[in-house]
């Protein structure tokens, strides 16, 4: 129990880094979602999708957005 609650969370610290990466990569350049998730590690960008949006609250490219428009504000 306790090696596989450790491999858990040793899971869900790589998904948290790989999320906080796109998260950036989304801010800061002009990378397509799938160039992105490809740089982050997921072959498959649906997949990669599915997750952000899971952990975000919304799409890699509403996330853009929102960003951008942020950024245009300040």
Do not use: W
Request: proline letters at 3%; a positive charge; aromatic letters at 10%.
């Amino acid at each position: 129990p306790y090696r596989r609650q450790r491999q858990m969370c040793k899971e869900t610290d790589i998904l948290k880094l790989r999320i906080s990466n796109a998260q950036s990569l989304l801010e800061n350049t002009d990378y397509t979602i799938t160039e992105i998730a490809n740089m982050v590690g997921y072959t498959n960008s649906l997949y990669f999708s599915r997750l952000f949006h899971k952990y975000i609250g919304m799409s890699p490219k509403e996330y853009r957005k929102v960003k951008l428009k942020e950024n245009l504000r300040e």
